[in-house]
């Protein structure tokens, strides 16, 4: 059994009031999954892609990237930097544009999965994130 | 990755559990044979007690050797009973050191000693007092008296030796003697008499003393029992405690052995359950593979030929035709060019062909949503392929049940299925009929189901060859493809399209007597189409005066493109610069204030992406910049972003002309807001918003909640003053990017008019929209979100009231 394990997710996401609420649901759902388990938990939340760069960890479990961002920037540009230093880290895609081109682009570049903005958005988000607590607690 | 990971930490599992099971085991093991331990040390006897009822037994041995002594006066008894004092004084000298470390008994083994030690004197005393020589020594005495008597006799009677008197005196001295013995023997027996009487007394006394000694040895050794007997009980219990014990450990420990047996199984179980449907996924994943790799061979080397076959007669007849040797007439000169235009058609329906191949693999086929009459549609593609019917003496017969079905769709989709699926029954009849059919019917949710077929009765497709006929590079056989050519890929291309509109499709046929092909797909109900769709319509145009004078670019590695282009603009009388590649462009924009300019994407150097950003950024007012895109991946990624239009190549005339004429004629392009804004007029008591969402999330922080209003509003007032300074700039674009930041939240709120009319400004592109109608929509979305703004801030400032 392993000890204490942190779980680092990180968001970056350009549109403040996005930003806030998509971090107060991603705090409640890690909340909700790390009960009785041996988990610290990090959260980090940039709306500027420079400071994404700047901060973002090794070590992040997930990141959710809007695929959207400022100055001519998609996350298919996040999703390459990021897997330049990380393999292991769950990089998520969030889009509200079903524009299958760019979606099949960010998987093709290494995004482990695609999150629409949507009426499920959070679902899917609780169940990547239950996942991710239940490999840590292994 | 995902079955090596699993296998590492199915490893990391079981040695886990191995060592648990050992440690389990170790500290088991530790704590039974604690436990034996203890019963065996609570279960052994008290040594000192036995000792001393040994002592005790000697002590009745040593009694029985006096007694028998006594009776039988042999010798050996009084040796016995010596030996056993010794006996008993080593006994003791054990049992002292024995009870070194235990004062109390220390003290009973004392008191023992004594009560020992006062019996040997009892019992010595005993033996002296119960002398067997007392007789003799009385009869010694006796035998000493008469000696005595013996010796006088003998003095007196030595002068004196005659007669009677003799006889006389002898009789009177033998009286004497008697007397004498009588007198002595009656003292020697009142001595005796005295002696066994003071031996008796003395006798008596020592045997009750004995008695008492014994008593106090006996309630000493019970005492001593009595203690061992409770000291029994309670090692008894403690044995049996330790017992119980082991006995709950053994069990825990069974307990958790199977359990971990168990998650040891499941472990194994899932692994090879895991294992099996890797092996079975790779399996297919191989089998897909091969057969793929087997249908690319074929396609390959069936493209390779379809592609020769009309190349080899463009070059043939270009080379026929460029020859200044050949004497051909006008009549043939003509009918060869005709033959090479109906050899380019070919080899761009192909290429067409497996562009949409490629894209419907990428997903990147999107569907749109417009309001068509689908029996109109369908009449479109009879008239197209009227005539290629005729010429194979078909009879092309359309059957429809109504007039006009307005339904929301894709028409260009419907059409290229149709015309694919029309267009193989022509193929593949001659002298015979094709009829189209449709019909139609209102399903639950709301929506249309068309049905529709088409059957010939041409040469039909092999039952075995039925169920592959949809795949991609398949035809119905080699002989097929090599008599009436195609990629195979037509088949697979329409149904998926099918497919992607929720539809599906189906086959029936006979080898020589045709086919029938069912399709249905669902549409939504539309609405009666606005008189004719407004795209640029060149006609309407003069294009002539549009592009008289105007300043064109074309931009293009390619010599040949850039010739193809100039002698499609040169007729027009336009001033056209050329450019081959994106650095030779910007310098020359960098001079010259162009009108229009048409960009290829990838070129050395700079390539167009680059060159149109930095030429967008010299100017106030950017110069629209036409992407000639050969509708690679790459390229269609960035192209939806900066350039103003995509002209895919190849391109015809009419459709070059007309995304010129639509980019210069700045009043061409007409949008009917008043369908987007069908509620135009907001009503002030009409909110417009919904906050349960967000009231959900907050989860009763009424901060949190706040919070998210303050950045709403704050966001939403920036993005559109914002928008406000790139509308006046003319920056479309940038209006489009805060467009795109500022839609999400609205969405949230629900706040569902907000949300249209930014994204309305987010797609302007696809809008087509003017400065003037930006304008308008910028209008509308600032006076609505001031309304909206406004409710928002009431009901916060109501919340904190309350």
Known sequence: MSGNQILRIVILEDNLFYNKLFSRKIEQLVEKHKVGKNISF??????????FLNNFNKETNIAFVDFNLDNNFSGI????????????????????????YNLYHCLYEGASGIVLKNDTTFDLCSYLIEEQIKRLAI | MKFFKYEISSIILLTGIFFLVILTGVYVNRKISTTIEKVNVQAAPDNRLLLMKSLTGTLTEAENNLYSFNLTKDKTYLDDFYKTIRNSEKKLTRLKNMSADDPVFKSQVDTFEFFVFEKFKILDSLMLTQNQYRVTDALNVVQEKIDEVSALERAQNEPKAKGLSIFKRKKNEANLKITYFKKELEEIRKMESYKEITNNSIELGLIQYDRFIMKKIAQMLDRLEKRERMAIARKSEAAGQAAKDAKKITIIFSVFCSLLLLLIFYTIIRYIRKNNEYKKILKKAKQESDELAEAKVRFLSNMSHELRTPLNSIIGFTDLLTNPESKLTNEQRREKLGIIQKSAQLLLKLLNNILDHTKLQANKIEFEKEDF?????????????EESARVKNNQLILHVSTESLHVKGDSFKLKQILLNLVGNAIKFTENGTIEINLKFESNEAGRYLVHMSVNDTGIGIASDRLEHIFNEFEQESMHTSKEYGGTGLGLNITKTLIELQGGSIRVNSKKGQGTTFFFSIPYEHGKVAQAPVETPVPAAIDITQLVKGRKIMVVDDEPFNRKLLSSLLNPYDVELYEASNGEEAFELARNIQFDLIL????????????????????????????????????????????????????????????????LLDKNTSTLDLNLVLAEDDDDENDKHYDLANLRVMAQGSQEFFDEMLELFIRTSKEGISQMQGYLDEKDFYAMSQIAHRIAAPCKHLEANKMYALIKLIENYKKNAFTYEEMKFVLEKLKSHSKQLIANLEAEKFEEKSI
């Open chain 1, 42 to 51: 990090v959260l980090d939340s940039f709306n500027n892609y420079s400071e």
């Open chain 1, 77 to 100: 540009d996040v999703i390459k930097d990021i897997r330049n230093v990380s393999f292991d880290c769950t990089v998520i895609i969030i889009s509200d544009a079903k524009n299958n």
């Open chain 2, 599 to 662: 960009m290829d994407i990838r070129m050395p150097k700079m390539n167009g992406i680059d060159a149109t950003k930095q030429i967008k950024a010299l100017q106030p007012i950017p110069v629209p910049i036409v992407a000639l895109s050969a509708g690679s991946l790459e390229d269609d990624k960035n192209t939806a972003f900066i350039f103003d239009a995509v002209l895919p190549k190849p391109f015809k005339n009419d459709h070059l002309l007309a995304v010129i004429s639509k």
């Open chain 2, 373 to 385: 009459d689908i029996i109109l549609a369908v009449r479109e593609v009879f008239q197209i392929l």
